[in-house]
């Protein structure tokens, strides 16, 4: 699992001459790593020309350091020996600057002097000055330490970097920085998230009534428009075709029965095929089932897959009506701190009298639920898709273990019962637990992740019944040792 770490970048500033303090920050700072980054999630990056900068033209070089690394640092350390250091624009040296800048901008400077010997060879008189108008300058502020060992700065070095680092305010800072902030929002009909409860009709996602209808409306004007003239069936070429293409009576009725109620016109040759047979030679063959004219075979297909519409007609018209006048609502996970959160559990209180039992939605006979299992997607139809706003459920959980069907084998006079199945795609779609507490319904669902700065929605809808003003919610995490508590309100709460 990946780890939010707050990351410092420490600025080195120091001349030439000083040489082994370098190695002895690095260790200071590896060594502050090792105890406090897996401790606190925080951890110190050193920043020095040698490995930070880059070559780049096009302005003086102090200023292009200054873009590429000095100006992003959170705090720096400085060290002066016998050397000041080249001048720039502005400042008797680079470090100047850059100590400088760091204090202009209120950011921390560790400053060191070294007390060290010094070899009558490697003295330079004017540089040395300046180093010393440089230490009297800040002389009364209090804001350097001298040292006359690489041990002596070492220790001191890391005792100012941990105290800086772990100052109550400091760690203060940091995990408040890097905290997730949860809350429950409500998701309206623009798929737009909402701090108000919204109940919202439900609408599923599929094609209504009027869709089918006007789907079988289109066929049938094509069917209407297809006739044919009469072939002599003595043809040489029709004895090496079966039997005559007929619609199945029942299905001719059906259709009619469709048409007249839906007040469409039927042809008068509507059902008339044309020469179209059953083919004789096997599929593996070659054969294709029929065999006629294109415009036959074009006509038995649309007529089928217009019977084929009907029925579905039919089952889809029962779920509608179910499902008419039902009310949900939509929910989503919502983190707006800066670092994620795992083994997210969220509690939803409903009175009792505002909540839909999932058993007396979904009452449908066997053919039903054969159609929702085998011609729709259920979660599709109760889900929630993901959106720009916020992602979908299985994006931020574990994998639920597949629902394996039962195969649907051929019955004998009869049609396998989908009961089980379809009950185990609903459970599966509706991923809560639901308890019963009091005057209320106590509805859990678990996150098992949800980054920072994201929304996560419920994995389906709600069904609900309006008039429905609140609904209380309680979060436990991983990550935050306190429960968060609210309440969720509709605009007229």
Partial sequence: MPKNITQYELLISCPGDVKEELQAINRCVDRFNEMYSKAL???????????????????????????????????????????????????????????????????????YFSDAPIS????????YKKVCDFKNKYKDKGLYFTYNSVDNFENLFFAHLSKHFLSIEKVAEI????????????????????????????????????????????????????????????????LILGSKVEIDQTEKEVLEIFAETNKIDLSNDFFDLGNLRNS????????????????????????????????????????????????CIK??????????????????????????????????????????????????????????EYSDYESSSKTHPPIIHSPNLPFINSEPDYNDDFF??????????????????????????????????FPSIIFVKEGLKSIAYRISSKHNPEIVEGIIRTANE
């Fill in 41 to 111: 999630s925080i951890n110190i990056l050193t920043r020095h020309w040698s490995k930070s900068s880059y070559s780049q033209s096009g302005d003086k070089p102090q200023n292009i350091l200054n873009e590429q690394f000095v100006n992003d640092c959170d705090a720096a350390v400085a060290i002066f020996w016998t050397r000041f250091g080249t001048p720039t624009d502005q400042y008797g040296s680079g470090t100047e600057e850059e100590i400088c800048k760091m204090l202009d901008s209120g950011k921390q400077v560790f400053m």
């Fill in 424 to 457: 185990a795609e609903i459970n599966d779609t509706f991923y809560y637990d639901v308890f019963e507490k009091g005057n209320d319904k106590v509805i859990k669902i678990k996150f098992d992740y949800i980054k920072q700065h994201t929304s996560t929605a």
């Fill in 280 to 327: 004789v030679i096997p599929s593996s063959l070659g054969g294709k089932g029929i065999e006629g004219t294109p415009q036959e075979e074009e006509k038995y297909i649309l007529i089928s897959n217009t019977i084929k519409l009907i029925y579905n007609y039919m089952l889809w018209s029962e779920v509608e009506n179910a499902l008419s006048g039902l009310s």
């Fill in 120 to 127: 009558p060879s490697i003295m330079q008189s004017d540089q």
């Fill in 175 to 238: 995990r408040n920085e890097r905290v997730p902030v949860l809350k429950v929002q409500s998701i309206d009909e623009s798929c737009k998230l909402n701090d108000q409860l919204i109940v919202n009709q439900f609408i599923p996602c599929h094609k209504s009534v009027k869709d089918f209808v006007t789907e079988v409306e289109n066929n049938i004007s094509t069917i209407n428009s297809l006739h044919f003239s009469r072939v002599d069936s003595s043809n040489k070429n029709m």
């Fill in 331 to 388: 929910m989503a996970l919502t983190n707006a701190g800066t670092t994620y959160d795992e083994d997210v559990e969220i509690s939803l209180t409903i009175p009792n009298e505002y909540y839909v039992e999932l058993s007396d939605v979904f009452q449908f006979n066997n053919s039903v639920m054969g159609y929702l299992l085998n011609d729709c997607e259920i979660s599709t139809l109760f889900g929630i898709k993901s959106t720009a």
